[in-house]
């Protein structure tokens, strides 16, 4: 198993026991530009993923 | 940093942001709980997250809604209006609803096609027709104060905007007040421009407000998104480099020293006393004292 990061329709499979925000960056994700969620929660930058975890990553910037 | 206020539990966030957006409307004398105001509303996450704000901060706060009839493959307008009314009666708030192409006879990508503005996207005729509707229904319907949901990182990449074409008639106007006109324009606040946009998510989510996810088809490529990408992947590697940039200009601008010509003749000058190069140092310049600095310790390490 891994841990598989959903952005819209993207997937992105990363090494489990990395930070959140390692993994994202690792993924060319700007951190500041996603809120992450887990099980419908919202977890933090220094979350450490666990083998098995889905985060689903919500796009924050909006305009036009 | 800021950042660490999105690792507060889910309930003391859920209080932190009303409680600071209070702290703003003060700070910049926005408005009181005697004013009647209207909140642009767009179905979005910011907007509807103000809407949520001032209501259970006690302010009288009714929404406007204006259908721009977009469609864009994705239902846009319809859905996004469907969440604006939504979020209103499940609140038991007033939303006034304005359909442009019944009031004007098109909607805004065919009045865009046709008055020829704008190169190929309606988003010049669109903003000049939200401006001219939320003034017209602020000043029909009576009230004292129009809000919108600009959050930091929207303030942000206008300014950046306007800095980097230094466009000083924009720089003078931009800020979390715009004072009503003479001539009986509203007052205009962004009671969230101090709010990261990442900060504004996270309430939205937490606080549970359904809101349209989907970006408007037009706004594709816009220049203000790639001015945020930017600022976010300075934000990035700086942490508070979006509210800095925002918060020293509001400063410079308050203090009239934005702009350098007027700073350079405030400034004395006087020539070094031993180099003879102009400095505003009291005594010798910069450089001459860091070579005597560096001197003296060299001699004392001796
Ligand atoms: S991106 Fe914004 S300004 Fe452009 S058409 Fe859509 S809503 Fe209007
Ligand atoms: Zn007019
Ligand atoms: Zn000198």
Not at chain 2, 64 to 92: M, P, T
Not at chain 2, 141 to 146: A, E, K, Q, T
Not at chain 2, 171 to 191: H, I
Not at chain 2, 235 to 260: C, D, H, M
Request: charged share 30%; aromatic share 8%.
């Amino acid at each position: 198993m891994a841990v598989k990061l959903i952005l819209r329709d993207k997937e992105y499979e990363v090494r489990p026991g990395m930070a959140l925000v390692d993994a994202l960056k690792k993924n060319n994700i700007v951190p500041e530009s996603v809120i992450a969620t887990r099980d419908g929660e919202m977890i933090t930058d220094d979350e450490i993923l666990r083998d098995g975890d889905v985060v689903k990553l919500i796009a924050v910037i909006s305009g036009g | 940093m800021r950042q660490h206020k999105l690792a507060l539990c889910k309930e003391h966030y859920l209080e932190w942001i009303p409680e600071q957006t209070e702290r703003f409307i003060k700070k910049y004398e926005m408005f009181t709980r005697e004013e009647k105001i209207l909140v642009a509303v767009s179905g979005g996450k910011d907007s509807l997250s103000l809407w949520d704000i001032l209501v259970r901060l006690g302010y009288q706060a009714d929404g406007l809604y204006l259908g721009l009839g977009i469609d864009g493959g994705i239902n846009y307008s319809n859905e996004s209006r469907r969440l604006a009314e939504k979020f209103a009666k499940e609140n038991n708030l007033k939303l006034h609803v304005v359909d442009i192409e019944k009031e004007y006879g098109q909607p805004i990508p065919v009045m865009a096609q046709i008055s020829h503005r704008g190169y190929g996207k309606p988003c010049a005729v669109c903003g000049l027709a939200k401006r001219h509707e939320m003034n017209r229904i602020a000043r029909d319907l009576g009230y004292d104060v129009l809000a919108t949901g600009h959050n930091l990182d929207d303030e942000a990449a206008v300014l950046f905007g306007n800095t980097l074409n230094w466009v000083s008639e924009y720089l003078l106007r931009q800020g979390p007040v715009l004072p009503a006109s003479a001539d009986g324009l509203a007052r205009k606040v962004k009671p969230l421009c101090r709010f990261y946009e990442r900060e504004m998510t996270a309430y939205a989510i937490a606080r549970g407000i359904e809101y349209i996810y989907e970006e408007c088809p037009f706004a594709e490529g816009s220049q203000s998104i790639l001015y945020k990408e930017t600022l976010n992947q300075l934000e990035t590697v700086r942490p508070g480099a979006k509210l800095i940039f925002y918060l020293n200009f509001l400063e410079a601008r308050k203090s009239g020293n934005l702009f350098i010509e007027k700073n350079m003749e405030m400034q004395k000058m006087h020539p070094c006393p031993k180099c003879g190069q102009p400095t505003s140092a009291p005594d010798f310049c910069s450089f001459c004292r860091m070579i005597e600095k560096m001197k003296a310790e060299i001699t004392s390490s001796d």
